[in-house]
């Protein structure tokens, strides 16, 4: 119903910056929530950053302050700005949409995007 295409992903000395792109396409209505998620090798999927209906942004306490969540709704595209990257923040980036549709949510995942950040 929904496809989701993540751009933006390479490699970074530590301190710089990238910018990751997801576009959706399909049976966009009823979203709720967009968000950016991150998986470390030998680690769980943990969430980054999200954007709640009514523009609320929520971020985890590692990207507080470096990283910004933002949305066009023009272009179905969320974005995610990532500046000062540490080693830690290399990953795995996925993005996501929530749907809430007949009492039930529906999430999509963009294919990831890997950011990898060297000393």
């Keep these: 119903q929904v496809q989701l295409v993540e751009s933006g992903g390479g490699l970074v000395q530590a301190g710089g910056s990238l910018r990751l792109s997801c576009a959706a396409s399909g049976s966009i209505s009823s979203i ?27 971020y985890t306490d590692s990207v507080k302050g470096r990283f910004t969540i933002s949305r066009d709704n023009a272009k179905n ?3 995610l700005q990532m500046n000062s ?14 749907k809430y549709y007949y009492s039930k ?12 950040v060297s000393s």
């Design 105 to 116: 949510n529906y999430d999509y995942w963009g294919q990831g995007t890997q950011v990898t």
């Design 77 to 79: 595209t969320v974005y």
């Design 32 to 58: 709720i929530a967009v968000g950016w998620y991150r998986q470390a090798p030998g680690k769980q999927r943990e969430l980054v950053a999200t954007i709640i209906s009514g523009g609320r942004q929520n």
């Design 85 to 98: 990257l540490k080693p830690e923040d290399t990953a795995v980036y996925y993005c996501n949409f929530r």
